[in-house]
């Protein structure tokens, strides 16, 4: 069995930073892209940021030049580091992962429960 687990979420004023993490753990033979989505009341979850084997990313158009995605392959762990927070910033953020597990034959995408960013004007 496969668990993301994000952590990280708080409260913060807008123009603050944070920092999320989110953990890969279980049965897993390899991780190809892992990414970031974030859905705020009312809306459609929406991609973030994503980083695939090999280190090449990819942003939303709102947060480039604000955020920056990275992994740590080792540790199986996806960080999303958010500069210059806006109140608009404010959602529920999940982990997503594509993700080999030792006991199946195909890739599957797991997500995180997800964690609350609040950023306060």
């Known amino acids: 069995q496969v668990q993301l687990v994000e952590s990280g979420g708080c409260l913060v004023q807008a123009g603050g930073s944070l920092r999320l993490s989110c953990v890969a753990s279980g049965s897993i033979f390899s991780i190809n892209a892992m990414g970031w989505y974030r859905q705020a009341p009312g809306n459609q979850r929406e991609l973030v940021a994503v980083?695939?084997?090999?280190?090449?990313?990819n942003y939303a158009d709102s947060v480039k030049g604000r955020f920056t995605i990275s992994r740590d392959d080792a540790r199986n762990t996806v960080y999303l580091q958010m500069n210059s927070l806006k109140p608009e910033d404010t959602a529920v953020y999940y982990c997503?992962?594509?993700?080999?597990?030792?006991?199946?034959?195909?890739?599957?995408?797991?997500w995180g429960q997800g964690t609350l960013v609040t950023v306060s004007s």
């Open positions: 980083i695939r084997r090999g280190g090449r990313t």
């Open positions: 997503n992962a594509d993700i080999l597990a030792t006991s199946v034959y195909s890739n599957m995408d797991y």
